[in-house]
Nanobody
């Protein structure tokens, strides 16, 4: 069972930076996809950044150039470095991991099924 624990949220002024961490356990190193999502009150959940076992990285349009996803495999930890924060980045941020399976020895990524408890990020103007 995948377990995810986020930390690092807080309050910051516009233009500031924060780094979120996600301690992960129970996932398969050779086959995974992990991500950061966020959800602001009254808004839909938004995918922020994604990384998989092949090192492929993708970002949501609203954070490209400002946020960086990375991982430390020795610590089983996922990070989200957030720079040039703006008030619109205010949200609860969640670490997520996709369910995975193998078909004909090929890694298949399924839906994001495992979620952390979330960490609040608040950016003031």
């Amino acid at each position: 069972q995948v377990q995810l624990v986020e930390s690092g949220g807080g309050s910051v002024q516009s233009g500031g930076s924060l780094r979120l961490s996600c301690a992960a356990s129970g996932f398969t190193r050779s086959c995974y996809s992990m991500a950061w999502f966020r959800q602001a009150p009254g808004q839909e959940r938004e995918g922020v950044a994604f990384i998989n076992h092949l090192g492929v990285i993708n970002y949501g349009d609203s954070v490209t150039g400002r946020f960086t996803i990375s991982q430390d495999n020795t610590k089983n930890t996922l990070y989200l470095q957030m720079n040039s924060l703006i008030p619109e980045d205010t949200a609860m941020y969640y670490c997520a991991a996709a369910a995975t399976t193998y078909m004909a020895s090929r890694c298949m990524i399924q839906d994001y099924r495992f979620w952390g408890q979330g960490t609040q990020v608040t950016v003031s103007s």
